[in-house]
């Protein structure tokens, strides 16, 4: 009997998906969206909507047929109609949500920090733009939650690229790394770990540098030793750091000499 009942199901299906009877393409689609068939009411809403874009029909196919992908997670395609969405129908009660849920299909796709964050960037972008458009929406604390913790994995993203850089004894690359993320994340909890790796490969940089690069980075080492220790005079990092300092400062001698 259960075998009947889905050929039976099936073969109506088929029938109605060949079919040249738009009403019930819709209707079909519509109970199996609402049975918890989403993915399968996809090409049912997909003739009506070519049919008939401009109709209230066209309309609701063309956000269920986003919203069932995004219920199928396959976020790259609910994106794509649900970003659109918000596009052409952009005075439908459903442009709200159609263009929150394009966007969490770009957070749904960011991968985890230790990959290209590409797909991030987009999402935080994405996240904006939903603010921008609706900004008394009740959703806006929501995403401006979610960009908090994308920036985070941005964060932890340029925090392992400067240690990594640091553990090659990459030093220009880490001192480098090291500025920019001070200067991108300045209230960053990896802050003061960061400061002191950009001290430490500041020195090691200095040391194997070629002679007319040297009294330069000397320089820089010792102002930026001295901007950790007023900035953090009780850390850990301390202790090592001063004698990178009374190393570097017998260089600074002779130097000047």
Known sequence: MLIVATFTSCSGFNKVLKSDDYAAKF???????????????????????????????????????????????????????????????????????????????????????????????LAINDLQQFIDRFPTSTLVDSCNGIIDGLRFKLEKKEFNSVKLYSKTMNYRAATSASLTFLSDFPMSEFNEEVSYLLVKNSYLLSKNSIESKKKERIDQTIERYRTFVASYPESKYVSSLTSYYEDIELDKIKYQK
């Open 27 to 121: 209707n079909m689609a519509n109970d199996l969206y609402d049975k918890g068939e989403e993915v399968r009411s996809i090409g049912l809403y997909e003739q009506v909507y070519q049919r008939m874009p401009k109709t209230g029909e066209g309309e609701l196919s063309y956000f269920r047929i986003g919203k069932a992908y995004y219920l199928g997670k396959d976020y790259y395609m609910a994106g794509y109609y649900l970003g659109q969405f918000s596009q052409r129908f952009a005075a439908s009660p459903k442009a709200e949500e159609a263009l929150f849920l394009s966007a969490m299909c770009s957070v749904q796709n960011s991968p985890e920090f230790s990959l290209d964050q590409n797909e991030t960037d």
